[in-house]
């Protein structure tokens, strides 16, 4: 084997260490020739790691992380490993290879370093570093060593012996305490210490990752591009957009310009957590993003992160943003990406989502939630770019009651000890503030509108009315007597049904999740030019839908009607009505199904229905005022304590005497939507035929498989395996399902589940 070639020039110039000649940290670079020092690494992961822990003023603590990481390949075990590997050429992972570990050495030789009152400290360097290639580890027990997979394992087992010649690893290091600020309680101290533990963790593997890159494949790393955000430039094409826009000559346009003047003035505000309280259709998203740019600007703010309840409405959300922003790099972050849209496809893009390394990011709750409680790698390395950030969470009543107490504290420590400010976005707050019997909410949230009842007083441009129950008939019925309305429905099934009884009808529309999302983006299409065809609503257009179209979808009809569902989504229902105030008022009918409040779906969706229903009586004058809204959180959210942390996810965080957290419990505990539905790739049109067949020839590859999330339909697990038994679809590469029976989906109602045999048997799914 030839001679190991270290000549590759440095991209970073930290010098923490003097050479080592001769001790390498990898085998050779993409070329298969230069190989790469141990203290060129590791100075390389001290220059990266030290700036990214600046927000948080950890960059002893992190170069402390960055010397000690990697010390495991010090040793002799880990060095003839390395060489043997490269001789056999053998691409794996190199921990896998020889089964040599590295970091549980650099892990025990933290806990050494920082002991007695660094103890704390000690541990947390030990988690960040026995977890940096497979994820945060649970603590396991002190008393009971024998645990694998555990931090307390690892720190008990025997290691390959390290000699530590390098002066400058000899020094015990000089700490300063984290610069955290602590709530009164145990619980709420401990959960501070995990998170700042996470953050540091980000730090490191991120750092790691880079630096890596850098000696294995150095042309992509020179293709990510670190973004300089130009916010005052940015806040100007906001303003330039809105007064080419701005229309003060009706109602809903004055309360529009309102607002977004209101946001302007918030803007100059220290950080912290912020409420926008504006009705559906008075113009949020590009007053949020007007408060955003310019309080980026005026705090000295980083990036501005939009978190969104639904895939279905980021596309329309990043399109307004990339509008108006012009050349500004947003990062679109979520699963159903369209391939085919050349800024989704940019190589920047595709590095950028690894570590948000980006100036606008816009992404989906479930991402930015469950990142913040992950314990992987790849998942973590985009944390630290969180701080110092101004995160608008759209629709912040999406939180899910049970993950409420974890995610509230969650963005308390974003607030509290990370520079960042956060907008609840929502047309009905308050559900999150704190309050006497609302203990685990946030405080000292400024509300951004002065006067929010006096405003949806004058953007009211419906009238809700229930009109009880009603058969599949009786609703076919009312649709038919109307030239444009709006219907939505809480199941897929139902969608389906009722817009068989009225197909006779012209402009008839379905919409529902069981279409791809290539499909639904064609129908909407279709939808919003029939509408705006129409100016004195004369155009058919009947469109029966499940409640995905409550999610941000910009649409205007003169009727709405809604089954009975939480007062959230009927606001969001009546969004859709009478959007622009170009009629004296709308029409939101809430009807029950056929067999009432049993026949909505059980759960959370039957609860909110439920809560719905009984405030009805008390507010049948005006169900969505802001009262109306308060009395619906204080039954729906306030008074659920049982239910705010439901998968006790914060039980993992408790022992804060002896630092004892669980982390990859915490992971796994906190699934912010159930995982209940699987996905199968689906046949429609010309493109899903091929692209099936395509996936039948092609290995497996990341592009592809995007591509086919564009083509994918999620349904319950149990259809799925009766599918699969059914030999209806079938695995690709034993881990995509693709549709085989292309006679299942149709070309208006999508992934048809009807009657299937299963070995010999017949039954309906």
């Known amino acids: 084997m030839s001679q190991p070639d270290s000549k590759i020039s440095d991209k970073y110039t930290s010098s923490v260490l003097s050479e080592l000649p001769g001790v390498w940290a990898h085998g050779p670079d993409e070329l298969y020739k230069n190989w790469e020092l141990w203290t060129l690494h590791i100075n390389r992961v001290a220059a990266l790691a030290t ?3 600046q927000p948080f003023q950890a960059e002893t603590f992190l170069q402390s992380l960055a010397l000690w990481h990697d010390l495991g390949k010090l040793s002799d075990a880990w060095q003839q490993y390395l060489h043997r590997s490269v001789e056999t050429r053998d691409d794996s992972d190199a921990d896998a290879i020889g089964k040599v570990d590295h970091s549980s050495f650099g892990a025990q030789y933290a806990m050494n370093m920082l002991d007695g009152p660094d103890a704390p400290l000690g541990r947390i360097a030990a988690y960040c570093i026995a977890g940096h290639h497979g994820g945060l580890l649970n603590s396991g027990s002190i008393a009971i060593e024998d645990q694998p997979g555990t931090l307390a394992h690892r720190l008990a087992k025997k290691v390959h012996p390290v000699a530590i010649t390098l002066p400058e690893l000899q020094v015990r290091p000089t700490i300063p305490r984290p610069a955290l600020t602590f709530k009164q309680t145990p619980e709420d101290t401990a959960f501070a210490v995990a998170f700042w533990g996470r953050m540091m963790f980000s730090c490191l593997v991120d750092a790691d990752f880079l630096a890596t890159e850098l000696h294995y494949n150095t042309d992509q790393h020179e293709q990510r591009s670190t973004i300089k955000p130009t916010w005052d430039c940015w806040a100007k094409r ?29 803007a100059k505000l220290k950080p912290g957590f912020f409420s926008l309280t504006v009705p559906t259709g008075g113009g949020k998203t590009l007053a949020s993003l007007a408060f955003a740019t310019s309080h980026a600007h005026q705090q000295h703010l980083r990036r501005v992160i939009y978190a969104l309840p639904f895939t279905s409405i980021i596309e329309q959300n990043v399109q307004v943003i990339r509008d108006v922003l012009q050349d500004a790099d947003v990062l679109e972050h979520h699963s159903n990406l369209d391939p085919n849209k050349p800024e989704n496809q940019t190589t920047w893009s595709r590095l950028a989502a690894e570590n948000w390394d980006a100036p606008v990011v816009v992404t989906t709750n479930v991402q930015f939630f469950e990142s913040l409680f992950a314990n992987k790698t790849s998942r973590c390395r985009k944390l630290h770019r969180i701080a110092q950030s101004v995160i608008v969470l759209d629709e912040a009543q999406a939180i899910p009651v049970d993950l409420l107490k974890p995610c509230l504290a969650a963005l308390n420590e974003l607030v509290q000890n990370y520079g960042c400010t956060i907008v609840l976005c929502t047309a009905t707050q308050p559900a999150v503030h704190q309050r006497a019997d609302f203990a685990i909410g946030l405080e000292n949230v400024h509300e951004i509108i002065q006067e929010p009842q006096q405003l949806f007083e004058q953007m009211k441009r419906v009238r809700v009315q229930f009109i009880d129950r009603q058969t599949q008939d009786q609703l076919a019925q009312r649709i038919a007597q109307h030239k444009q309305v709006l219907t939505i429905v809480d199941t897929r099934q139902r969608a389906v049904d009722l817009y068989r009884a009225i197909r006779h009808l012209e402009g008839v529309y379905h919409l529902s999740a069981a279409m791809c999302p290539t499909h639904r983006s064609v129908c909407l299409d279709k939808i919003k030019e029939c509408l705006q065809q129409s100016h004195v609503d004369d155009t058919p257009c009947h469109v029966v839908s499940t409640q995905l179209i409550e999610a941000g979808v910009d649409v205007d009809f003169p009727v709405v009607y809604r089954s009975l569902a939480g007062l959230d989504s009927i606001a969001q229902a009546a969004g859709r ?16 199904p056929e067999n009432g409040i049993t026949g909505i779906p059980k759960g959370s969706m039957q609860h909110a229905a439920q809560m719905t229903r009984e405030i009805m009586p008390f507010h049948a004058e005006d169900l969505l005022s802001l009262a109306a809204v308060q009395r619906y959180f204080e039954m729906h959210y306030w008074k659920q304590k049982n239910k ?3 998968h006790a996810v914060m039980c993992c965080f408790k022992d804060m005497d002896n630092v004892l957290f669980d982390y990859a419990d915490a992971a796994r505990r906190f699934e912010f939507i159930q995982q209940t539905q699987k996905p199968v790739v689906v046949s429609y049109g010309k493109v899903g035929h091929e692209l099936i067949s395509q996936l039948h020839r092609e290995k497996p590859n990341r592009d592809l498989y995007r591509f086919a999330q564009r083509y994918t339909v999620q349904i319950p697990c149990w259809h799925w395996e009766a599918l699969l038994q059914a030999g209806e679809i079938e695995l690709v590469n034993d881990q995509l399902a693709v549709l085989s029976n292309s006679a299942r989906y149709d070309a208006e109602l999508g992934l048809c589940l009807g009657d299937v045999t299963v070995m010999g048997e017949s039954s309906v799914i």
Request: proline letters at 0%; hydrophobic letters at 30%.
């Open 51 to 53: 700036a990214f822990a």
């Open 238 to 266: 906001v303003d330039d957009c809105v007064a080419g826009k701005r229309n003060l000559t009706t109602t809903v346009g004055r309360c529009r310009d309102a607002v977004y003047q209101q946001c302007l003035r918030a």
């Open 644 to 646: 705010w942390d439901e």
């Open 577 to 592: 009505c009478n959007r622009e105030g170009k009629r004296s008022q709308g029409e939101v009918y809430v009807f029950e």
